[in-house]
């Protein structure tokens, strides 16, 4: 059984910094895309970052371009950097999977596999 946990959620000033992490367990296969998904009370939840397995298909919302950085070891880590956070970063972020290999950013609907969420906190 896969599953995925996140860290590094915490509560932190205007223009500060923080770096999630996702560590991946039982997963077998040598290919996946992983992504940093967002979710805003009331809104729908939204990718702001995918990476493919070999570092490829990177992928930023045009919200978070410039500001945050995904990275990823292996096919059982990846890693958020988030620099410049801005109020309107303040949301639960969800780690989550997409198995299989793949030549393009794969929908919200491929992404099977999702952590609990972390919750960050930006204040003005």
């Known amino acids: 059984q896969v599953h995925l946990v996140e860290s590094g959620g915490d509560s932190v000033q205007s223009g500060g910094s923080l770096r999630l992490s996702c560590t991946v367990s039982?997963?077998?296969?040598?290919?996946?895309?992983m992504g940093w998904f967002r979710q805003i009370p009331g809104k729908e939840r939204v990718m702001v970052a995918g990476?493919?397995?070999?570092?490829?298909?990177t992928y930023y919302a045009d919200s978070v371009k410039g500001r945050f950085t995904i990275s990823r070891d292996n096919t059982q880590k990846v890693a958020l950097q988030m620099n410049d956070l801005k109020a309107e970063d303040t949301s639960v972020y969800y780690c989550?999977?997409?198995?299989?290999?793949?030549?393009?950013?794969?929908?919200?609907?491929?992404?099977?596999?999702w952590g609990q969420g972390t919750q960050v906190t930006i204040s003005s």
């Open positions: 989550a999977l997409a198995s299989g290999r793949w030549t393009f950013i794969p929908h919200q609907a491929e992404f099977k596999y």
């Open positions: 039982g997963y077998t296969g040598s290919h996946n895309y």
């Open positions: 990476i493919y397995t070999a570092c490829l298909l």
